[in-house]
Nanobody, 125 residues
Framework: QVQLVESGGGSVQVGGSLRLSCSPS????????MAWFRQVPGQEREGVAG???????TYATSVNARFTISRDNTKNTVYLQMNSLTPEDTGMYYC???????????????????GGQGTQVTVSS
């Protein structure tokens, strides 16, 4: 069973920064695609960023150049550094694992495993 523990969310003002962390249990995050999604009530879950097993990052257009996804294999942890936050970044952020080396398209949420409670990010103006 995939378990993912997300942390690092909080409330910040516009322009602020947060760093989210995801700690998988039961498997090693290294070598597989890990990703971050976010969801706002009433809307579908949206892919934000992914990092393939070989370390190649991909980003949604809306967060490109502001967010950075990374992985620390020694800590088995995946991070999402979020800078220049805007109110549109508000939502519940979820970590996901694709269990494949490459990252499936973010729209293919059925190919991702979500095993955490999420962490709330709130950006206020």
């Amino acid at each position: 069973q995939v378990q993912l523990v997300e942390s690092g969310g909080g409330s910040v003002q516009v322009g602020g920064s947060l760093r989210l962390s995801c700690s998988p249990s039961g498997f090693a995050a290294s070598g597989v695609c890990m990703a971050w999604f976010r969801q706002v009530p009433g809307q579908e879950r949206e892919g934000v960023a992914g990092i393939s097993g070989d370390g190649t990052p991909t980003y949604a257009t809306s967060v490109n150049a502001r967010f950075t996804i990374s992985r620390d294999n020694t800590k088995n942890t995946v991070y999402l550094q979020m800078n220049s936050l805007t109110p549109e970044d508000t939502g519940m952020y979820y970590c996901a694992a694709a269990m494949t080396r490459g990252c499936p398209p973010p729209q293919a949420t059925s190919q991702y495993r979500f095993g955490g409670q999420g962490t709330q990010v709130t950006v206020s103006s």
